[in-house]
C-alpha cells in the first residue's frame, strides 16, 4: 500500500463585493491553515468553487477588468496567512456543492492519487455536504481494473468532516440558511436515490439536468430560469 496523501478541502460559501471571502468562509479557511500547522503539515489545502449562480462575481481588483473566482479569493487568504503556494490547490470551475464534490474528486483526487481527505464546512452547511460527498466518493474509480469502489488507486479513501461555527450569521441568518439546506438536502436525497452510483448517469445529470451547468437552461435566454437557484 502506498503512503497517505492528505488534502485539506474547503467548499464554496461566497465572496462579498469586497473580493474578500465571506466570514464563514474564512472561518473554513481559517480552520484548514490551524490543522495544517498543527496535524497535517504536507497537507495540501484544496478550495473549491468559482462563484454562485445567484449574482455575478465581483471584479478583481488585482487583476483589472477580469471576474474574480471565489477559489482565488479563497487561495489569496491562505497564501497572505503563510500557507505556502505549492500546498494551495484552486478549483475554479464548480458553482455549487454538488459540483464542489464532483470536480474535487474527479479533477483533483483522483488524477492526483490523494487517499485522505478533510472536508471543512460551516455547521448550517455540513448536512448536505456530508451527503453529497460521501455520495460521490461512493461512486467506482475511473481507474482501470479497480474492483473495490473504496478504494483509489490501489489505496483506500479515508474522508472525515470538520465543522466549523456559522460565523459572521446572527441567529436568524443561521436558522434562514439551515433551513433552505435542509430543503436542498431533501431534493439531493431523491436525487441520489434515482441516480445511485452509475457515475455516467451522474454525469448526464450535471451536465444536462443540473440548473447551473446545463446549457439549454440559460444558453437561449437574457432570463435566469426559476429553478436555476435550487441546490443539490
Known amino acids: 500500500m502506498g503512503s497517505v496523501r492528505t488534502v485539506l478541502v474547503v467548499p464554496g460559501g461566497g465572496i462579498g463585493e469586497d473580493g474578500q471571502p465571506h466570514a464563514w468562509v474564512a472561518a473554513r479557511l481559517d480552520c484548514a491553515l490551524q490543522l495544517r500547522e498543527r496535524e497535517y503539515a504536507d497537507a495540501d489545502v484544496l478550495v ?11 471584479t478583481d ?76 466518493y461512493s461512486f467506482p474509480s475511473c481507474v482501470h481494473m479497480q474492483s473495490d469502489p473504496t478504494t483509489q488507486l490501489g489505496r483506500k479513501i479515508s474522508i472525515r468532516y470538520q465543522q466549523v461555527p456559522n460565523a459572521g450569521m446572527s441567529e436568524d441568518m443561521a436558522r434562514v440558511r439551515t433551513e433552505k439546506e435542509m430543503h436542498s438536502l431533501a431534493n439531493l436525497l431523491r436525487t441520489i436515490e434515482r441516480i ?30 426559476e429553478d436555476l437557484a435550487k441546490t443539490y
Open 48 to 58: 473549491l468553487s468559482r462563484g454562485t449562480t445567484n449574482r455575478p462575481p465581483p
Open 61 to 136: 481588483a488585482v487583476r483589472h477588468g477580469f471576474a474574480l473566482d471565489e477559489a482565488t479569493a479563497s487561495a489569496r487568504y491562505l497564501l497572505q496567512r503563510g500557507c505556502p503556494p505549492q500546498r494551495v490547490l484552486a478549483e475554479s470551475w464548480s458553482l455549487d456543492t454538488i459540483g464542489n464534490a464532483y470536480a474535487c474528486r474527479w479533477m483533483i483526487t483522483e488524477p492526483l492519487g490523494i487517499n485522505d481527505l478533510v472536508v471543512i464546512t460551516s455547521a448550517f452547511h455540513m448536512p448536505r455536504t456530508q451527503a453529497i460527498f460521501d455520495w460521490i
Open 196 to 225: 445511485g452510483n452509475d457515475r455516467s448517469a451522474l454525469t448526464r445529470f450535471i451536465f444536462a439536468e443540473h440548473a447551473a451547468y446545463a446549457v439549454p437552461k440559460f444558453a437561449l435566454s437574457a432570463s435566469v430560469p
